[in-house]
């Protein structure tokens, strides 16, 4: 077993064929089979049943599947550790896109004028993109809003954040004290789409209070979202940091809901096997200040 056979490895059982491993490794398809074949001898066990031209992972294939992504992702941190021994130093910092519209330019900024030898580079996207990237190592750590399902994943609560119902100002109920949950049916919404933290924290209230709604717009991102707010397209529920500008212009109303707060946090997140170093020991310290 070398590193090289882990990584032929990784990348067919992650395509479903050889063919396409090769092509993404620049390798003629004979040096995968005979790799795949060497393992397979190797531990005496069949990795993957060939049926009909199509490569199926079997319940060894898998096990040996998770060792190869552990081994590869310490090799991977450790050539990028032995690299940044020199003077300068890059963070792969993923982050939701509500936290990339409150928080992180500011934070950025800030770290980098305080560490001008270490650069941030920025993966903003939503919560579920953003962890399928910390998984596959394409990203070092994360700034998120919405929950993390994996268990390989390691979360940690560092600022306090909260979701507010948001109307325009022309709305029946824009100026209310105060509105029950229940009569949210009534309207209309515009949200974020599927795999949106919000979202998904929003849709986890109404559940828990048996409500449903129609959600007229879905939105990749807050631009659309707002505007179609602001033309009275519906109502949507967003965090009071990038509420309040607009409320401050009289362009949107913040609307109360009776009884209840969305409280929720945004969370630092990376690998249970990554190292932390002093570079991103400092952005952590840096975030908790925030």
Request: charged share 20%; net charge negative; aromatic share 6%.
């Amino acid at each position: 077993m070398t590193i090289r056979s882990l990584e032929i490895f990784e990348c067919v059982a992650r395509h479903g064929k050889m063919s396409d491993a090769a092509g993404e490794l620049y390798i003629a398809q004979p040096t995968i089979s005979k790799a795949i074949a060497e393992l397979e001898k190797e531990y005496g066990v069949l990795l993957f049943d060939r049926l009909s031209k199509k490569l199926f992972i079997t319940k060894a294939g898998e096990q040996l599947l998770a060792y190869a992504q552990n081994i590869l992702r310490t090799v991977k941190e450790m050539e990028k550790s032995m690299a940044n021994l020199s003077v300068h130093q890059t963070i792969l910092l993923g982050a939701t896109m509500t936290v990339g519209k409150c928080v992180l330019v500011d934070l950025v900024k800030a770290f980098e004028e305080r560490y001008p030898h270490t650069q941030i580079e920025v993966t903003i996207d939503n919560t579920a993109v953003i962890e399928d990237m910390l998984l596959a190592s394409k990203l070092d750590v994360a700034l998120v809003e919405g929950n993390i399902k994996s268990a390989e994943l390691t979360v940690t609560h560092a600022i306090a954040d909260s979701l507010v119902l948001v109307c325009p100002m022309e709305h029946p109920l824009a100026g209310m004290d105060g509105v029950d949950i229940h009569a949210l049916a009534s309207y209309p919404f515009i949200l974020r789409e599927e795999g949106s933290g919000t979202r998904e924290t929003f849709l986890k209230q109404l559940q828990a209070n048996d409500v449903q709604i129609y959600v007229k717009w879905s939105c990749h991102g807050f631009d659309a979202l707002l505007e179609a707010v602001l033309a009275n397209q519906g109502l949507t529920v967003i965090s009071r940091r990038i509420a309040e500008p607009y409320v401050l212009e009289n362009k949107l109303c913040i609307v109360p809901l009776n009884g209840m707060e969305i409280n929720r946090s945004f969370s630092w997140v990376h690998h249970k096997t990554k190292y932390i170093g002093d570079a991103l020991k400092n952005l952590m310290e840096l975030i908790l200040q925030k």
